[in-house]
């Protein structure tokens, strides 16, 4: 029997997988989702996150820190 084999495109990843994708602790990531400071999807209790929207976020934090500020 011939089986075919099908690419499965995972589109979010779980939150112990997110923190170690921004290099942070799981329960830093949890903390940041409570006060809103990243982005992610709700499913129930679980916290979902996209690695692309991920990357942005990083970005964004990115350029916010290397702004010179006002004296």
């Known amino acids: 029997m ?3 084999v099908v690419n ?3 589109v ?6 997110a ?3 921004i290099g ?3 329960w830093s990531l949890c903390e940041m989702c409570k006060r809103g400071e ?3 999807i709700s499913v129930g209790k679980k916290r979902l996150f996209r690695e692309e929207a ?18």
């Open 2 to 4: 011939l089986e075919t």
């Open 8 to 10: 499965q495109v995972k």
């Open 12 to 17: 979010t990843i779980t939150a112990k997988q």
């Open 19 to 21: 923190a170690q994708y």
């Open 24 to 26: 942070c602790s799981y």
């Open 38 to 40: 990243v982005p992610f």
């Open 54 to 71: 991920l990357l942005r976020w990083i970005t964004e934090r990115e350029q916010q820190s290397t702004v010179p500020r006002a004296a």
